[in-house]
């Protein structure tokens, strides 16, 4: 009977903290799937082309901000945990700071070399004009992506997973409104998906704004504390600068994979598109995990509850693994349906779902494979976390897909394959990791 009590002591609030991040993550994905799914029922394979490789250069970008803010949501967390309100506000002001650099870093060199940054990604002739374009206009709104990651981070810190619901529901809903509007009546493409985005991010960052105003914080702020404290900023960035170059070079991985594939045609590069896509809904539940367990950890090792960490880790994999099975399955047996809503071309349904059926067993890799990321990130042990991510992108998955693309009857499935091979090595060297730190659980303090 007390084990039980202690199982749900540990569980419940986990799990009440992972919905509304589950739900947060789902809409962010729809509102990202959008661009996709509205193009590619109200224009070409080629407008399709430029959205999917646009929006896998800014997935990058995305995420390595993401990356970085997980230093504020660590800090944040430590500090709300050990009471300590006012180092709380510095670290939130100090990553204010930072990220108001990167995000006019980012702008500058992002639009001028959007042509450059197409040729790159080898956009197909017929898809380079839209690539450019898309990523162009993202170019423009990177403050608003760097803004509402780092507004989430704060909140997911504090333990507030609804607010960011909140904001990212309203940004849903503005993006598919400006596509279908763009897309579907002014029939602006790939530049109007873009022009919907920004808006849509925008929106969402005025909507956290107005919030936070109404909201009580746990942590006392005053604009003062937005300034680059060389300990403050120091610590945000020693969590967060691993994770981030851990995410580019990870990014860069699949980035790579999609080069690949845009040199196989412009279907295969639609239908990877769309893939990646519905990828990105079947692998909701992990992510979520990855990052609640991070602020759950970060929180009660700043209260110094290592056990009740611990237990949030295995009972995070339990539950992400039974949604794994479900969503692997729905990938390998009902990826066509999948891909049928990014895309009304028969081919690029039928390459998607090759793709997708490569890609089905990764659903259960990174069921464990994320919740054990999301326990380092919130321990602070994010050097391990990206040396194990660039074991698995540049050890593992970018030989593979080289390799692979080499076969003289190569098809998206066995290019698929690479990822699932790369996430199997990355369980086993976490595996390895906690073994390491358990016998000396000091390590994980």
């Known amino acids: 009977m007390g084990e039980g009590r202690r199982h749900n002591c540990a569980v419940m609030p986990l799990i009440s903290f992972a ?15 959008a661009d996709l799914i509205i193009v590619g029922q109200f224009a070409g394979t080629g407008e399709q082309s430029g959205v999917a490789s646009g929006s ?22 430590n500090a ?52 450019s374009s898309y990523i162009r206009i993202c170019g423009i709104g990177t403050v608003f992506i760097v803004a509402y990651n780092v507004i989430g981070a704060v909140f997911r810190g504090i333990g507030d997973s609804r607010t ?44 956290s704004l107005y919030l936070i105003r109404r909201k009580a914080l746990p942590f006392a702020f005053r604009l003062g504390y937005i300034r680059l404290r060389g300990a403050y900023a120091g610590a945000i960035l020693r969590v967060g600068v691993p ?5 580019a070079l990870v990014q860069f991985s699949f980035l790579f994979i999609q080069v690949v594939v845009n040199g196989m045609g412009v279907t295969a590069s639609a239908a990877v598109g769309a893939a990646e896509k519905a990828v990105i809904f079947l692998m909701l539940v992990g992510s979520s995990y990855m990052q609640s367990i991070s602020a759950f950890v970060a929180q009660n090792n700043g209260a110094g509850q290592y056990d009740r960490s611990k237990k949030a880790l295995f009972y995070g994999i339990e539950t992400a693994l039974a949604a ?56 602070g042990k ?25 076969l003289e009857d190569v098809s998206l499935f066995h ?9 199997l090595v990355q369980i086993f060297l976490c595996l390895w990791a906690y073994r390491l730190y358990r016998r000396a659980p000091e390590k994980l303090r």
């Open 164 to 207: 960011p619901l909140i904001t990212v529901a309203v940004a849903c809903v503005i993006n598919i409104a400006g596509d279908l509007l763009l897309v579907g009546v002014f029939h602006l493409g790939a530049a109007g998906a873009a022009i919907a985005t920004v808006a849509a991010q925008a929106v969402s960052v005025l909507v």
């Open 415 to 423: 290019i698929a394959l690479a990822t699932p091979l790369s996430s």
């Open 80 to 131: 709300i945990g050990a009471r300590e309100p006012e180092k709380a506000g510095h670290g939130v002001g100090a990553g204010i700071a930072i990220f108001g650099v990167i995000a006019v870093v980012v702008t500058a060199v992002v639009v001028p070399a959007s042509d450059f940054l197409a040729g790159l990604m080898h956009a197909p002739e017929e898809a380079f004009a839209q690539t």
């Open 382 to 406: 994010t050097i391990f976390v990206m040396v194990q991510g660039l074991v698995g992108a540049f050890c593992v998955r970018v030989p593979a897909v080289f390799l692979l693309s080499r």
């Open 243 to 247: 994770i981030a170059l851990q995410e």
């Open 56 to 77: 896998q250069l800014f997935n990058m970008v995305t995420m390595v901000i993401t990356g970085l803010t997980m230093g504020v949501t660590v800090f944040v967390g």
């Open 324 to 379: 794994g099975i479900v969503t692997g399955a729905l990938a390998y047996f009902g990826g066509g349906v999948l891909a049928s809503v990014f895309s009304k071309e028969p081919d690029v349904i039928a390459a998607a779902h090759l793709y997708l059926k490569g890609y089905a067993i990764d659903c259960v890799f990174t069921a464990i494979f994320f919740c054990f990321v999301g326990y380092f990130n919130g321990c």
């Open 19 to 33: 919905f509304p991040v589950l739900l947060a993550l789902f809409l962010q994905a729809m509102y990202g799937a």
